[in-house]
């Protein structure tokens, strides 16, 4: 074997061993006879990685390129538009890959990026982060979703990239009804093409301050009339937070029956919402944690880092995942481990990765966290201490250590 990590606390809370070889798992079991090189858990919790279901990587780290906000009216998508002709294929990968080594260094090994095609920056943001992936592959596995940020319909140039990227081997594609004045039409065009060229569907939807004129119900009359479930994502949902308990619940229990997963991302729902308002601001932020209880599958995601959508970030997940608890009113040990789960299997679940978790034949991507169990880590806002890619060492963080006097 190439690597024995010992001493792993799944999160089951079973302490085992596991071997990896070739970069890939090929034993977990106690007590683990193996002449390898060892890492020793001693203890902590242990996972395949964290993944990250939707993130913004060319677009991210632009804050100090845009125009200040407008006052109560954030306007993020308007001033990022008026930069983007100034992106460069180098200007994006430079940018994307800082964020991107800080999302590896949170523990991240699997990442979907969505990437706005559109004239005001054609396919070199595509380009730049198909480098990326392949520069990256030590570390992550990168997956790349071509969406329309500035509408479909009212874009004709974006609908002629989206075909060229898929074309060139773009795995999802996307949509952001709410910048087109046809919504229904551009929805329907981004189904027509997932069913084209074979690739799985992940939209933005449905963010804003009232429950009025929402795409949910259209994604799930047409993810059941294609037979599709499992196959669609939607993100922020930030709507579904107006609605009273008992519609939200049948809304939940729709998006469940249809198969469609719901991706909620707190740093920019919380940063955009309630805009309409100066005092007593709603949160604008949906319950993960209920939708699942209903059977809908949620990840929790970073979205933007660093523009105008979201001028924080810093990669870690589970510090999204902790912000998400304390906005929601997380406060059940069951309720923390189902937000650990949105950062690892049920974030896997919605990616379709078929080889992912702590198993035999599974990749050696292991991720090392300073926490007893999946509830403190994000309770706690506990890091990663250690990353491995197949069985070779990505990432190394110690402990912070207390020097007392004497």
Not at 139 to 167: H, W, Y
Not at 315 to 340: H, K, T, Y
């Amino acid at each position: 074997m190439d690597l024995v990590v010992r001493n792993a606390r799944l999160t089951t809370g079973e302490l085992t061993d596991i071997g990896i070889d070739a970069g890939r798992i090929a034993a977990v079991q106690q007590g683990l006879a193996a002449e390898a090189p060892v890492y020793d858990a001693a203890g902590a919790l242990t996972c395949a990685g964290l993944v990250e279901t939707h993130i913004h990587l060319d677009k991210s780290r632009i804050v100090d390129r845009c125009a200040p906000e407008p006052g109560r009216v954030p306007k993020s998508m308007e001033r990022v538009s008026a930069v983007k002709h100034t992106f460069t294929e180098q200007d994006v990968y430079d940018r994307a890959s800082r964020t991107l080594e800080e999302c590896i260094k949170w523990g991240a090994t699997r990442m979907r990026t969505h990437v706005e095609l559109d004239a005001g920056v054609e396919l070199r943001s595509f380009a730049a982060l198909e480098q990326l992936r392949r520069d990256y592959a030590w570390a992550i596995d990168l997956e790349l979703c071509v969406f329309p940020q500035e509408g479909l319909t009212n874009n004709p140039r974006s609908d002629a990239l989206i075909v060229a990227a898929l074309k060139r081997g773009a795995k999802v594609v996307g949509a952001a009804p709410n910048y087109d004045p046809d919504k229904s039409t551009h929805v329907q065009r981004i189904f027509d093409l997932a069913r084209e060229y074979g690739v799985d569907i992940d939209m933005h939807l449905d963010s804003g301050n009232s429950p009025d004129d929402m795409d949910i119900y259209q994604v799930c009359d047409l993810t059941e009339k294609y037979g599709l479930g499992g196959r669609v994502a939607v993100g922020h949902g930030s709507k579904y937070s107006t609605m009273p308990p008992a519609d939200l619940t049948v809304l939940a229990r729709r998006i469940a029956d249809a198969g469609v997963a719901v991706t909620v991302l707190p740093t920019t729902d919380l940063f955009m919402g309630g805009r309409d308002q100066t005092f007593s601001v709603r949160r604008g932020l949906a319950d993960a944690n209920m939708l699942c209880d209903c059977g809908v599958n949620c990840s929790i995601s970073s979205n933007n880092i660093l523009n105008p959508s979201t001028p924080m970030g810093d990669g870690s997940l589970i510090r999204v995942a902790n912000m998400q608890a304390n906005v929601c009113q997380v406060s059940r040990p069951e309720q923390f481990r189902d937000c650990f789960a949105m950062l690892t299997d049920r974030s896997a679940r919605l990616m379709n990765l078929r080889d992912y978790g702590i198993a035999v034949g599974n990749p050696g991507d292991i991720v090392v966290i300073d926490a007893m169990s999946p509830e403190q880590a994000v309770a706690e806002n506990r890091a990663p201490l250690a990353a491995f890619k197949r069985g070779i060492r990505t990432v190394t963080r110690p402990r912070a250590e207390l020097h007392k006097p004497g």
